[in-house]
């Protein structure tokens, strides 16, 4: 089949595809609660022919197609949960619930793999190998749904997976992709101090933790600019301070919380060490005492190069050289890296962004939307690289 006649496919269904995303979006539900969501998701790929629908956990689908020739297996996936944000923008299918909205897309993702499944359910006989679609629950909180999944079986027998976030700081029309790394892993850590309460007018009475926790903040950040090489890309950021309720009293413990963001993970035992070693140091000599935890999050999402060329290619041959945007590594994170440990695979940016329309809101924006022109280019991509992958 012609690129053209795939495309003509994507276009009878577009209609189909943006109400899937409008109700996807009106009806919300948070990481490791998508049970209405699942089952929206599980009850529309049974409408489809040809696809065997599974459910490896409790929200979460996997279909799976077997084509009629023998083959490799390729896995797509797209993430399904929300957000606890409270929606701000006035549309027919604006969020019903309070305090929680698609604001990340993957409404959009959902929407654009349901799609997909629905076009290849259909070229069955065409089709070389097996085609793994896998709607993952809990991309939004850690430890993450992928993990779960993967521990349930879904990447068995998996060579090579792919995947896509639309993205609001891309132009629609664009497609984003990267060689390598793409997103960074978010680690987490919490740093808790006691000193010694009292009141604020007798300060030599008490062990301020408020002013220790302020000198801790203050040097952790000579971690990244003065004990990491300035070519290994590290960013620590402080996110939380809580501490003290009073204006006439000297708080006696603080709370201190923030993310480590990074690619190569064999720097994790030195910044883990390095925190200590500042924390200890500084809080010791003032007369208190602390805990810190070290989290460790997902892997980075690391692209694969043969599977990132087909993508690019895929790019090319259906919009031109300039629809294909070189994207810069993002510190931000993604659990679509747990797939990448068990196959190769890329993931990579559909333009979503549209300023006349208001789309190019930042994500976790209460304000987030996306033009729907998008999910047709989702689609087209999923559906195009399929072939050229398993062939």
Known sequence: MKNSEFSNLVKEIQEDVIAWRRHLHKYPELSFQEESTAQFIYETLQSF?????????????????????????LAIRADIDALPIQEENSLSFSSIYPGVMHACGHDGHTAILLGTAQILSTLQDQIKGEVRFLFQHAEELAPGGAVEMVQAGVMEGVDMIIGTHLWSPLEIGKIGVATGPVMASPDTFSINITGQGGHAGLPHQTVDAIAIGAQVVSNL???????????????????????????????????IAGTVRLFK??????????MERIVKGIVEAHGASYVLTYNEGVHP???????????EETVCELWGDEALALMKPSMGAEDFSAFQIKAPGTYFFTGSGNKEKGTDYPHHHPRFNIDENALSNGINMFVHAAFKLLN
């Open 265 to 274: 993970t064999e720097l994790r035992p030195t910044i883990h060490g390095l």
């Open 49 to 73: 022919e040809n696809l065997e629908v599974l459910r490896p956990t409790k929200t979460s689908v996997m279909a799976r197609l077997i084509g009629k020739h023998p083959g490799k297996t």
């Open 301 to 311: 999402v690391v692209n694969d190069k043969e599977v990132t060329r087909v993508i």
């Open 221 to 255: 950040q000579y971690i990244v600019s003065r004990n990491v090489d300035p070519l290994d890309t590290l960013v620590l950021s402080i996110t939380k301070f809580a501490g003290g309720s009073a204006m006439n009293i000297i708080s006696g413990s603080v709370e």
